[in-house]
């Protein structure tokens, strides 16, 4: 299958995962948000400035964080 032919270029794919209508995140190493879209910041009412600041840690229950870390390894 080509994946061209799905996007089309890099713009088609980034404007296809703005606009989903999921949440959509990609963070680094250390939980730092490298990406959210807008379904995102609709829901967790996060501004782009707001968020750039941020890591998933800020926004995940303690209860939950050793968990999530553990996708990582």
């Not at 963070?27 to 501004?47: C, H, I």
Request: hydrophobic share 40%; glycine share 6%.
């Amino acid at each position: 299958m080509n994946t061209n032919a799905l996007f089309g270029d890099a713009e088609s794919c980034k404007e296809l995962f703005e606009n989903a209508g999921d949440l959509i995140q990609s963070v680094d190493e250390n939980g730092r948000f490298l990406y959210v879209n807008k379904k995102w910041r609709d829901v967790l009412g996060y501004t782009d400035e707001e968020v750039y600041r941020m890591a998933f840690p800020d926004i995940i229950h303690q209860d939950h964080l050793q968990a999530c870390f553990a996708l990582f390894a």
